[in-house]
């Protein structure tokens, strides 16, 4: 669609986009439509600003009707363009969580941490610099807030666990949450005659596998027909994968504890959860290459053993 930007549709006025970020299908932004009004949730990068817009225009909507911009946290995959598409859009009110608003209005701690782990060459290329959003144009939504998008309600509840300034977004309509990064990953190549495939996403700076259960289990409560991943796109075999999902969590904290203490506990937690996943993945019925597979998971087991890591030595209490 619309010069290669991948775009999935979905009944009730959602579509997921393709953000370009890394390769395809690995992140989503979404656009939820009304006779009226437009909402984005999720923003990708810098350059997934364009994406969108490129969009939305294509279906026919204008700049003006967006009301809402919306992003379920300040991780940079997720929040990364906020500043630079709110310029795109100037009736969009950006919507954030208390704990990362600041970093929204001031971004300079974020880029700069993150410019410590990537490195400024990787930084430049993924990110770019990051853009202010001003302060007047920055909302922050807490726990049992609601918003209405040309008329269409859209919930808001606290759900910590893969980090500390993170809700989810309930809407009635279609009966489903825009997850996050809250319910997991679920990349459509790994999708099988089995369904999706899903696992647990940490941060290397917030990971707490308590929090990240009790908030599954409390979206669960909704009774969701769907889930809207941030990693990619709709879900809707959701109680099958909410018990995957809790399953996950509990075994990367076994896990951690298992190799705490280890020699190479770093290397070890890699190799066993790249071991994991793919035994996982292949009764599943995958059926790509191991060499695929590998490159699939690499960033991801990456990133999950960063956070079970920082939950060993900062988070256990």
Request: aromatic share 8%.
């Amino acid at each position: 669609m619309n010069d290669c930007i991948t775009a999935l549709e979905y009944e009730g006025g959602v579509l997921a986009i393709d953000s370009g970020m890394v390769r395809p299908q690995m992140a989503a932004c979404y656009l939820l439509e009304t006779d009226s009004a437009v909402a984005v949730i999720e923003v990708g990068n810098n350059d997934s600003a364009g994406r969108i817009v490129k969009v939305l225009e294509s279906r026919g909507r204008d700049v003006m009707e967006v009301s809402h911009v919306i992003v379920t946290h300040v991780h940079l995959d997720h929040a990364g363009g906020a500043g630079k598409l709110m310029q795109e859009l100037p009736n969009a009110s950006l919507l954030v969580h208390p704990r990362g608003a600041r970093h929204m209005i001031d971004p300079s701690r974020l880029e700069a941490s993150a410019r410590a782990v990537y490195g400024d060459p990787a930084f430049d290329s993924m990110y770019g610099s990051l853009i202010p959003v001003p302060e007047d144009r920055v909302k922050i939504i807490d726990e049992g807030d609601s918003v209405e998008v040309g008329g269409r309600k859209l919930a808001f509840i606290d759900t910590p666990g893969h980090a500390r300034h993170h809700f989810c977004v309930w809407d009635e309509q279609t009966r489903g949450w825009f997850s996050g990064d809250t319910f997991g990953i679920s990349y459509r190549e790994l999708d099988t005659a089995a369904g999706p495939f899903i696992f647990p996403t940490t941060t290397p700076v917030q990971f707490d596998p308590q929090a990240l259960t009790a908030s599954v289990q409390r979206m669960m409560q909704y009774e969701p027909d769907h889930m809207y991943l941030t990693h990619f796109g709709r879900v809707s075999d959701v109680e099958r994968l909410a018990r995957q999902m809790t399953e996950g969590v509990q075994m990367f904290a076994e896990l951690g504890e298992r190799q705490d203490g280890t020699e190479n506990r770093s290397a070890n937690i890699q190799s066993e959860m790249m071991a994991w996943l793919t035994a996982r993945a292949r009764a599943h019925g995958v059926t790509c290459s191991d060499e695929d597979l590998r490159e699939i998971f690499a960033g991801d087991v990456l990133l999950n053993t960063q956070g079970i890591e920082f939950w060993l030595d900062h988070g256990r209490g």
